[in-house]
């Protein structure tokens, strides 16, 4: 069945205003305005909005990211070198480079790096690699469209690259901040894929020969029984994988191992309303289905040509639009942890929503689908 996608322009526009509206004057993206939890710019959710602006041709709007992130990691350069300067190996987990910053590009108060926190009494996660590979790799993207490099933003990739050789395939937070004791598959995969890119962008080989050494290592330990796995030392997955294929294209959407595993996601974290979970046992707001990831294994779908299954997975995201055009961060009426939506509904209020970084997925996808269909 081809998916007629009720009114699609209508929620391209909606998800264009909402990012659009979530730019702050610095050039930084808000998480989500209306969730005080969310109020920062994380590198990952920005790199995404900017990336999904770009392909819908709002170039000006990334532009303005990118400089607002190379502002501030050449404002905090210090935090990179104290990682990158040789001997200085065993920085406290407190003290690596954030993964998210203030709306002006700032630590956020009360967890400055520096401060010298334990990594168990953080009062949240701060330590990820995946949104300085990302970030990277948005920067290449936008690149491409015609925006060669400043020599400001030059500098930034070169302290980003030098960080992601040293650190790279370190231990870490999760995507979903979670799990700092493991080296997470989908967290590699974006460090791959900024390495590659800042090979590309500042003709940086030695990024380039870091990025083939953690391919090998990502396909020797991060594969069981023909599969990517969530993190080292488990056999589960998790939707982030589908970031490896689509559009990190770090591994082709047509390798064996990929399309296994992105069988696997379909299989044990598709929903009952047809919506994607992260992965089994997550108890965030419940563990429900996340329109974002959603919307990633549709654009993965547009990406190998299933285009019913994409149009299927539009017309899910699509239906998750409230009344004032907006997406949230995930569904809570099928959560794998009933008893878990109430506590964080308590602790940090409703689902967060608007949320930029689903948006951003929205758009990718409308325009994956688009191209896709054109194909044929
Ligand atoms: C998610 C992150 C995300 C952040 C802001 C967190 O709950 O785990 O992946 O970057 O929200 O959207």
Not at 246 to 274: C, H, K, M, N
Not at 300 to 319: K, N, P, T
Request: aromatic content about 10%; overall charge negative.
């Amino acid at each position: 069945m081809i998916s007629t996608n009720v009114d699609p322009a209508g929620r391209v526009a909606a998800s264009l205003g909402v990012l659009h509206a979530g730019q702050h004057p610095s050039g930084g993206y808000v998480a989500c305005p209306t969730y005080p939890t969310y109020h920062y710019a994380w590198l990952r959710d920005g790199a995404f909005c900017a990336y999904a602006l770009g392909l819908h041709g709002a170039h000006g709007s990334a532009a303005a990211f990118h400089e607002f992130v190379t502002r501030t990691l050449l404002r905090y350069q210090g935090l990179f070198e104290a990682v990158t300067t040789p001997g200085a190996e065993g920085v406290p987990v407190a003290q690596m480079p954030p993964a998210r910053f203030t709306l002006t590009g700032h630590p956020e108060p009360g967890q400055s790096p520096g401060s010298g926190q334990p990594v168990d009494q953080a009062p949240w996660p701060n330590f990820q690699l995946d949104g300085y590979g990302t970030w990277v790799w948005a920067l290449a993207q936008h690149a491409r469209h015609d925006h060669p490099l400043t020599t400001e933003q030059r500098h930034a990739v070169a302290l980003v690259s030098r960080y992601l050789q040293v650190a790279g395939a370190w231990n870490c937070y999760d995507c979903w901040e979670e799990n700092p004791r493991w080296r997470h598959t989908s967290t590699l995969g974006a460090v791959i894929a900024g390495l590659a890119a800042a090979a590309e962008l500042i003709e940086d080989a030695a990024a380039g020969a870091h990025a083939q050494d953690l391919r090998d290592l990502l396909l020797n330990e991060h594969v069981r029984a023909g599969t990517f796995v969530k993190h080292t030392g488990t056999d589960g997955v998790d939707a982030s994988l589908l970031w490896l294929a689509t559009p990190f294209a770090v591994i082709s959407a047509d390798d064996p191992i990929v399309r296994r595993t992105v069988a696997r996601i379909i299989d044990e974290l598709t929903g009952p309303s047809g919506g994607l979970r992260r992965y089994v046992g997550d108890t965030f707001y419940g563990g429900g289905e996340w329109v974002l990831l959603t919307a990633w294994l549709g654009t993965h779908m547009a990406a190998i040509g299933d285009l019913d299954g994409a149009g299927q997975r539009l017309d899910w995201v699509e239906s998750m639009f409230t009344a004032e055009g907006q997406l949230p961060e995930q569904i809570t009426e099928h959560p794998q942890a009933p008893d878990m939506v109430a506590p964080w509904v308590m602790r940090w209020g409703p689902v967060a929503t608007p949320l930029l970084w689903s948006h951003a997925m929205h758009l990718v996808l409308v325009r994956f689908l688009r191209d896709a269909r054109n194909l044929r």
